[in-house]
């Protein structure tokens, strides 16, 4: 009945237009060169058109969780009728979201912070669950005859990130190996390389971003490595490293989703007596292989 109540309360707002006057804030944690956060900028942007409201977008271009809780804080003193945040860092970035909340203001977490988005009082979570995501990345590549494994993060304060490596160990077998790679292309090329130049037993990479990914190919072949490569997220160059084989697979986390559902369950929490989900949103995971990457690529709009 919930669901019934749900789908009619979206779709009757969106037929009449009302309540124009909303303004939504998101905030995340790009530093502006990660391909990955437009497509959810755009997911934001566009369910806030559809149902007649604003949506600010903001970002620190250091990347400092700091600057990025002066963010939340900045966001709530304007009395938005709702703030969408992404949480890699909950001790960093907990506090301003409390106190958003004190202040009467709804919040939506998404994209990272599953574990702690509740304790923080987020109304919901809209994400994927990355330690199930990363095992199930472990499982695929230990099918596929990895036994020796790395993984390479651009963000190391990032929970979810390490989430991720940590579930592509469980999943493969043996003890974490991750390393920093930044998100510097050039570094993390350089920082790749050099990783499987100290450990040539490595048969397996994992990239936990997709613009890590494009840098890990280039390492790989620079330094002859046979490694089978996996990746997180979608972007064209990933998109094109799977058509040719370069890369096994992806796992879609399906970012515009990530974008898109927090403004409108904010809508619903605001304008239908508190109308929610029963439950968080889960946006991935999925594969993202040879057998279906043209029409992921297709529907997904990606294209250079």
């Known amino acids: 009945m919930k669901k019934v109540l749900l789908a009619t309360a979206v779709a009757a707002t969106m037929a009449t237009g009302a309540f124009a006057q ?12 990660d391909p990955f956060w437009p497509v959810v900028e755009k997911g934001g942007r566009d369910a806030a058109a559809a149902i007649g409201a604003t949506l600010e977008y903001n ?54 912070g599953l574990e702690s988005s509740k304790e923080l009082g987020a109304l919901m979570h809209v994400g994927q669950p990355e330690r199930v995501a990363g095992e199930a990345a472990g499982n695929r590549a230990k099918d596929e005859g990895v036994t020796n ?9 990032n929970t979810a990130l390490v989430d991720r490596c940590e579930g592509y160990f469980s999943g493969l077998g043996g003890d974490l190996n991750m390393i920093d790679v930044s998100n510097d292309p ?71 989703l990530q974008g898109y559902m927090p403004v409108i369950a904010l809508h619903l929490y605001n304008n239908h007596a508190g109308l929610l989900p029963g439950n968080n949103i889960n946006s991935g995971p999925g594969f993202v292989d040879k057998t279906n990457a043209a029409a992921v690529k297709e529907l997904a709009g990606i294209d250079r």
Request: aromatic share 4%.
């Open 22 to 33: 909303e303004r939504y804030v998101m905030i995340t944690h790009t530093q502006g060169t």
């Open 59 to 112: 970002f620190d271009v250091s990347g400092d969780m700091a600057a990025m809780a002066a963010l939340i804080e900045a966001a709530a003193a304007s009395n938005p009728d709702g703030i969408i945040v992404s949480l890699p860092d909950a001790d960093a970035l907990g506090p301003a979201i409390k106190a958003a909340v004190a202040d009467g203001i709804p919040v939506v977490t998404m994209n990272s």
């Open 149 to 157: 494994g790395l993984c390479l993060n651009q963000e190391a304060f």
């Open 186 to 256: 050039a570094q993390i090329e350089t920082r790749t390389a050099a990783a499987l130049q100290a450990d040539p037993s490595i048969d397996g990479v994992l990239a936990v971003g997709p613009h890590v990914c494009e840098a890990a190919i280039l390492a790989i072949k620079a330094v002859g490595a046979e490694t089978h490569l996996a990746c997180f997220d979608l972007s064209p160059g990933v998109m094109d490293m799977i058509e040719n084989g370069d890369a096994s697979f992806t796992i879609d986390q399906q970012q515009r």
